[in-house]
Nanobody, 120 residues
Framework: VALVESGGGSVQSGGSLRLSCTAP????????VAWFRRAAPGKEREPVS?????????YNADSVKGRFTIFRDSASNTVYLRMNDLKPEDAGVYYC?????????????WGQGTLVTVSS
């Protein structure tokens, strides 16, 4: 299922953003959800953060540990990625995906993504 990402923008280094991921008609609480980043066109999307629904565990890339937090809001059927202390290397297009109950998430369809730019 292709999900809908939003919340990207332009911030200065050290700033914060909160990305949103949702899918109308699709219950996000039934699936593991992951965020990915593509740093530049032509580069592979790399996993950033993932939350398993079966056991609630969360996995973060080493580069974002302590700065990024993935969390769910069941009432709004949304999964968020809170990004603090942003660095220029965090920039890119962020995508979310949902599949199965545990991480990692296998993606067969990508959404449009949301663009994050970080200036130094």
């Amino acid at each position: 299922v292709a999900l809908v990402e939003s919340g990207g923008g332009s911030v200065q280094s050290g700033g914060s953003l909160r990305l949103s991921c949702t899918a109308p008609g699709f219950n996000m609480d039934e699936y593991a959800v992951a965020w990915f980043r593509r740093a530049a066109p032509g580069k592979e999307r790399e996993p950033v953060s993932c939350n398993s629904v079966r056991d609630g565990r969360t996995y973060n890339a080493d580069s974002v540990k302590g700065r990024f937090t993935i969390f769910r809001d069941s009432a709004s059927n949304t999964v968020y990625l809170r990004m603090n202390d942003l660095k220029p290397e965090d920039a890119g297009v962020y995508y979310c995906a949902a599949e199965g109950e545990i991480c990692p998430v296998i993606v067969d369809k990508w959404g449009q993504g949301t663009l994050v730019t970080v200036s130094s």
